[in-house]
């Protein structure tokens, strides 16, 4: 039994700390908001310009002038601010940001992450998620374990990269890596999904790792 | 100095040339300069390179000078919500330079400033960085980019007064500011034009220093994306 999207995003809403600057990206990394434990208070940055995210509006009550980084309309809460996405970026380039909580296609074992492009597929663009990997303090990637049958924790990562060696915690449908960027040994395995066995999750990761369950 | 002009048409007049470059503020569909977008659209110019975060949707906002096939290139973070864009770019009618959005960010603001480059950690050991200067400070690796500046400017603000002091409103603010200091002409459209001295001057988003021209844009249509609400009994639990 692996974890479901939503028992994902309860997993990785325990990162979070109390009075943590939090920037969540689209999907899975959404849900964490509503997962933050009793007594955390946080506060969601958003890139396209504002702090203290609330959550979305009561139906008549969307307003055009305030949505998120998904372009889908929010609220504000007593303790908003906005600001230019100067200013905005910032605060992500200079550290201020806590955690970053995002999606990826693939992470490497040295903690590069890939997010952003397949070749020879329409490119979209990278929009705010290079200058988040860079610049946040502690990079949290919330993921399948796989992608159709396709390991995506890997020794190298084979699509383009959105950051070099960025990725701190990878947080999958049927386990949790630490990795320690600095050691060169590559992944520990921290948790299993409940009813997940370890040789389901070594048969499904091609990156290296010790396990320190 | 008479920097309001009546209609959006007028006050883009005489700023034009095929091939220049044009910035827009927004992000996504939040706080566009909608009406500044259809003036240039009649205008008939083209060959435009346009800095902007996105690239509008079909049908609004950039979306528009892409159907008229005035745009031949952008330089943008993110483009996905536009098909046309897409078609157009497979067709080799547009190219495309993608920044990091923070660095576009802070490209424009560095151009407005005079400050030529800057080095930044962002997109360093990606392909952003092939071809660009990589240096070493405090033991860490830094990629150098340089500054935008434009020819015009576009901007939507919420309120502005005759000198061109500038008020945004909430995440409508976005790029605007960086964008008005950036360009040769900075052109900028208000939903609510007040009189000199109305504004409290602490409170000024963009002096008007930065805001050669003004056009007043009464009820501007504002489109939403992607429309999501809460439903009232989820306020109980």
């Known amino acids: 039994m692996a974890w479901t999207r939503e028992q994902m995003a309860a997993r990785a809403a325990q990162e979070i700390r109390d009075g943590f600057y939090v920037n969540l990206g689209i999907g899975i990394p959404t849900l964490v908001a509503n997962y933050v434990p009793t007594g955390i208070d946080v506060r969601l940055h958003s890139?396209?310009?504002?702090?203290?995210?609330?959550?979305?509006?009561?139906?008549?009550?969307?307003d055009p002038d305030l949505i998120n980084a998904g372009k889908q309309t929010i609220?504000?809460?007593p303790e908003t601010s906005f600001f230019s996405s100067a200013d905005s970026f910032g605060m992500v380039r200079g550290g201020h940001i806590d955690l970053s909580i995002l999606g990826a296609m693939q992470v490497a074992e040295n903690g590069d992450l890939a997010n952003w492009m397949i070749p020879g597929k329409m490119v979209k663009g990278m929009g705010g998620a290079m200058d988040l990997v860079a610049g946040v303090r502690r990079v949290v990637v919330v993921m399948e374990h796989e992608a159709k049958?396709?390991?995506k924790l890997l020794k190298e990562c084979t699509l383009p990269l959105t950051g070099r060696g960025v990725a701190s915690l990878v947080?999958?449908?049927?386990?949790?890596?630490?990795?320690?960027?600095n050691s060169g040994r590559g992944m520990i395995l921290r948790e299993l999904a409940h009813g997940v066995a370890l040789e389901e999750v070594r048969e499904k990761t091609r990156a290296s790792f010790v396990e320190c369950l | 100095m008479q920097k309001v002009y009546s209609s959006a048409v007028e006050s883009i007049a005489g700023l034009l040339a095929d091939g220049m470059t044009i910035m827009s503020g927004g992000f996504g569909l939040c706080g566009i300069p909608s009406?500044?977008?259809e003036a240039i659209q009649l205008s008939g110019v083209n060959g435009l390179t346009i800095i902007s975060n996105n690239a509008g949707v079909d049908g609004a906002g950039l979306g528009l000078l892409l159907e008229s096939r005035q745009i031949s290139r952008m330089v943008s973070s993110y483009v996905g919500e536009n098909k046309l864009f897409a078609q157009q770019y497979l067709a080799g009618e547009l190219q495309i330079e993608?920044?990091?959005?923070?660095t576009l960010a802070e490209r424009i603001r560095a151009g407005g400033a005079g400050i030529p480059a800057f080095f930044t950690k962002t997109g360093v050991g990606t392909s952003v960085a092939e071809g660009k200067e990589v240096r070493r400070f405090?033991?860490?690796?830094f990629v150098m980019e340089t500054a935008l500046f434009a020819d015009v400017a576009l901007i939507h603000a919420w309120k502005g007064d005759f000198e061109g002091n500038l008020v945004y409103r909430k995440t409508a603010r976005?790029?605007?500011?960086?964008?008005?200091?950036?360009a040769k002409t900075t052109v900028a459209e208000v939903e609510c034009l007040v009189s000199t001295g109305s504004i409290d001057p602490d409170q000024i988003h963009t002096p008007g220093i930065f805001v050669s021209r003004i056009v007043h844009v009464p009820d501007p249509e504002k489109r939403i994306e992607q429309r999501t609400v809460r439903r009232l009994a989820e306020e109980t639990v």
């Open chain 1, 47 to 62: 890139e396209n310009g504002m702090l203290g995210m609330g959550p979305f509006p009561l139906e008549g009550e969307e």
């Open chain 1, 75 to 77: 609220s504000e809460l």
């Open chain 1, 149 to 151: 049958s396709e390991p």
């Open chain 1, 171 to 181: 947080i999958t449908d049927l386990a949790v890596f630490e990795i320690d960027k």
């Open chain 2, 35 to 37: 009406a500044l977008i």
């Open chain 2, 98 to 102: 993608f920044n990091p959005q923070g």
């Open chain 2, 138 to 141: 405090n033991g860490e690796e």
């Open chain 2, 174 to 182: 976005n790029f605007n500011p960086m964008m008005a200091t950036a």
